[in-house]
Each structure stands twice: as C-alpha cells, then as structure tokens.
C-alpha cells in the first residue's frame, strides 16, 4: 500500500515523536537503529520531511531530530502525502486515469468505501497519540 520509502518515513516519524517528547533530539544512527533502516536511506527521508515542516531538526553535537507541539500533532496522512502524494487518497483502485463516479471502474465504487476508510485513520492518527503505544509497549516498530 505504501512504498517502502513512505513506510521508513512513517516509522522514523513515530519514533521520534516517542524520543522526543521529553524535549530530547534522536540522531541518525540511533533512529535507523530503532526502525530498522539503512543510515543513508533514513537520513534522506528526514532531511526531505524537514524542508517540508513535519520534522525539526537541529545540527551540531547536540543536535539531531525532533517533534514540536506543531509536529506532534502531524498526522500520518500528511507524512504519505509528503512522500508517495495524494495517489492513495484519490486515486483509481485499478490505477486507470479515467476513473470517476459517471465513468468507474469495475472496483469503484467498494474501493471508494475502503479509500474513505483508509483516509480517515490516516488522518486521525497523530505523531503524538501513536507514540504513546510505544511508550507503554503496546506496540512496535522494528522486527
């Protein structure tokens, strides 16, 4: 459903929000430990989602990444958005360009229930509200 570049992304950005809710910053080396990702890969992914303002960070020894208030309450839909686009939100479950409620295709109208349904939990879940999980060891994010 997503590509695996989205997937990192979406992963780093509920590890940092659970690392930096205490005003801490969370380097490189330490988040690609903790997803389970390539140094290089994630260091791209971030630096991307930085310029776009869902992630801080800070350069330097004592720098590294963080959520703010602002981004913590980031939801996950803006994070896919910012990496895959609006493809999974609007788009035709068969990828045909020519999809639409008076010219569908032979899945439109079950995929739009389930496209509905997705959009709402993606745009429900927060940065903040899914680290908590974490926190308490309900959920995880790594193998």
């Known amino acids: 459903m997503f590509s695996k570049t989205c997937e990192y992304a979406i992963r780093a950005m509920i590890y940092i ?3 930096s809710k205490d005003g801490n910053r969370v380097g490189i080396k330490e988040i690609a430990s903790g997803i389970d990702s390539p140094e290089h890969f ?3 992914i971030l630096q991307d989602l930085g310029k776009k303002g869902l992630v801080q960070s800070v350069k330097g020894p004592n720098g590294g990444f963080y959520h703010d208030d602002q981004t913590l309450g980031c939801s996950l839909a803006k994070v896919v958005k910012a990496i895959d686009g609006d493809k999974l939100f609007i788009g035709c479950g ?3 360009k020519e999809c639409s ?3 569908p295709c032979p899945i439109h109208h079950q995929f739009k229930k389930v496209r509905n349904e ?3 939990i993606l ?4 940065m903040g509200e899914l680290s908590e999980g ?3 060891r ?3 994010l790594k193998k």
């Open 138 to 140: 309900l959920v995880f």
């Open 134 to 136: 974490l926190e308490k």
């Open 17 to 19: 929000a659970q690392k």
């Open 101 to 103: 409620e008076s010219h």
């Open 42 to 44: 994630i260091a791209k």
């Open 94 to 96: 068969l990828g045909l």
């Open 118 to 120: 997705m959009t709402a």
């Open 123 to 126: 745009e429900n879940a927060k």
